[in-house]
């Protein structure tokens, strides 16, 4: 029997996406198939760069074609494009350069929820993702200081030009106002801004704007929801039940606003000493995984308290580029691959509609 294509995409059926649980075929992943006397050559797209299994799902696409007869080689490349989640909705608009909205939200202050979004955002890009970070955090916008950024938002032909840091475009609140200066608005102007931040910035070609949120449940996160279609939510918070239990709130404000909560993030989580290797629970521990099975939500991962994780968004050098071998630089990189996991999950999910970006 001459080897063919179709050989090929036959035995490559056999292999199934973990998270979307349908096979490479038919998903669209295999784009190229070529033969050259017993040579196969294959090139696999998938969702994302952050892919947790890509990998693995080449050495399962190599073996399988290597057991049928007349191969002698096979060369697997892996490319990757990043699906857009569009939106059912036609109220809620695709944002002009992003792909996908990933909200970083916590119930109560205090977790680290901006230096999870901060170096979230820097694990995306180091896979390859092109990722920008929106300080929605209005009232206390820290991101310039944890990427290192100072300065002043430019301007062209109308549209805010975001800074870059790092690989990674940014656009805050921080840039606007003196260091010392208060923000001291209301609903509206706050809606103003969040519109702003969305529709008048130029973001280039972006995969995930990572919107970094202010805690609790209000008119910020309802004012995102207005204005863009999110393609998920991140829920982060420490272990102890006071954080809890605002953490279950955030969960349900973000169900109630129809955004899919892409998964919980325990922060603080156990510090390990760096001289003896000892795990101690300091603020207790496993209260977010736990949480995340009551509520049947996805648990992305657990990150532990380290002096050089404060030190890097002190300095503006996050622990992931400063130190990513380290426990805590691994964990972000871990809950990075589920967190694009899930947001290809939410893209598969919805149906593939043009959808007018708003000017």
Known sequence: MALDRAHILQALSTIEDPDLHRDIV??????????????????????????????QMKEQARAAVMRLPGVTDVAVTKTAKVRTATSPDAGRALVPGVKNIVAVGAGKGGVGKTTVAVNLALAL???GSRVGVMDADIYGPNVPIMLGLQGQLGAEDGKIVPPEAHGIQVVSMGFLTPDDSPVIWRGPMLHGAIRQFLMEVRWNALDYLVVDLPPGTGDIALSLSQTAFVAGAIVVTSPQQVAIADTRRAVVMYQKLN???????????????????????????????????EMGIPFLGSIPISEPLRRGGDTGLPIVLAEPSSLAARAFASAAERTAAQVSIQAYRTPVIPVKPVS
């Open 26 to 55: 038919t998903l669209g992943f295999v784009k190229d198939v070529a033969i050259a006397t017993g040579r196969v050559s294959i090139t696999i797209e998938l969702t994302t760069p952050a892919c947790p299994v890509r990998d």
């Open 259 to 293: 955004i899919p909560v892409l998964g919980l993030i325990e922060n603080m989580s156990y510090f390990t000493c760096p001289s003896c290797g000892h795990e101690s629970d300091i603020f207790g521990r496993g209260g977010g995984e736990r949480l995340a099975g």
């Open 125 to 127: 890009a180091k896979t």
